[in-house]
T-cell receptor, first 112, second 114 residues
Framework: GQSLEQPSEVTAVEGAIVQINCTYQTSGFYGLSWYQQHDGGAPTFLSYNALDGLEETGRFSSFLSRSDSYGYLLLQELQMKDSASYFCAVEGTTDSWGKLQFGAGTQVVVTP | EAQVTQNPRYLITVTGKKLTVTCSQNMNHEYMSWYRQDPGLGLRQIYYSMNVEVTDKGDVPEGYKVSRKEKRNFPLILESPSPNQTSLYFC?????????????FGPGTRLTVL
């Protein structure tokens, strides 16, 4: 099976950089995704890492290291609108393509 | 406008009364999925569908049924709802596998079972 662990909450000031770690226990998976969810809203897709390394999308970057069973989402130049919950998710192995498991989420609080 | 729609958005019902939550997408996506979200537990996958007539269990399928008779629709059926199914439900779709492609979520259905 798979289980993913994320910190429950991170607080930072506007303009700062925040790294949200996601550690997992799995025998193999296709890739690691990240989603953002504002209070009362639906999750929105942020990024996907199929291969080890860094993927950059504007102010957000995501990293995966399969050998370390670890990934992270990096939020740069934090803005107030970045206050939200962030979830990592892994997609299943060859016998469960399409099966996703999510972490419990990290609440990011941005202060002025 | 590309979107995933769910109905109803809010529902209060009683134990044992069968209900269906509809989900429809207008993006011609092959992949669709249902999730429930409970405080402190994140999103948990209930069922997913890779294409028409192809469905499979997620992590928490007990007490739920789904069908995929046509590409755009993926209803979630609770044949005998119980209070532990009180939750926020999201439907989602993507062009291919759930993680490898951008997954679009519906607005959510808040279900209360008394």
């Amino acid at each position: 099976g798979q289980s993913l662990e994320q910190p429950s909450e991170v607080t930072a000031v506007e303009g700062a950089i925040v790294q949200i770690n996601c550690t997992y226990q799995t025998s193999g998976f296709y890739g690691l995704s990240w989603y953002q969810q504002h209070d009362g809203g639906a999750p929105t897709f942020l990024s996907y890492n199929a291969l080890d390394g860094l993927e950059e999308t504007g102010r957000f970057s995501s990293f995966l290291s399969r050998s370390d069973s670890y990934g992270y989402l990096l939020l740069q130049e934090l803005q107030m609108k970045d206050s939200a919950s962030y979830f990592c998710a892994v997609e299943g192995t060859t016998d469960s393509w399409g099966k996703l498991q999510f972490g419990a989420g990290t609440q990011v609080v941005v202060t002025p | 406008e590309a979107q995933v729609t769910q109905n109803p958005r809010y529902l209060i019902t009683v134990t044992g009364k069968k209900l269906t939550v509809t989900c429809s997408q207008n993006m011609n996506h092959e992949y669709m999925s249902w999730y429930r979200q409970d405080p402190g537990l994140g999103l948990r996958q209930i069922y997913y569908s890779m294409n028409v007539e192809v469905t499979d269990k997620g992590d928490v399928p007990e007490g739920y049924k789904v069908s995929r008779k046509e590409k755009r629709n993926f209803p979630l059926i609770l044949e005998s709802p119980s209070p532990n199914q009180t939750s926020l439900y999201f439907c989602a779709s993507s062009g291919s596998g759930g993680g490898t492609d951008t997954q679009y979520f519906g607005p959510g259905t808040r279900l209360t079972v008394l």
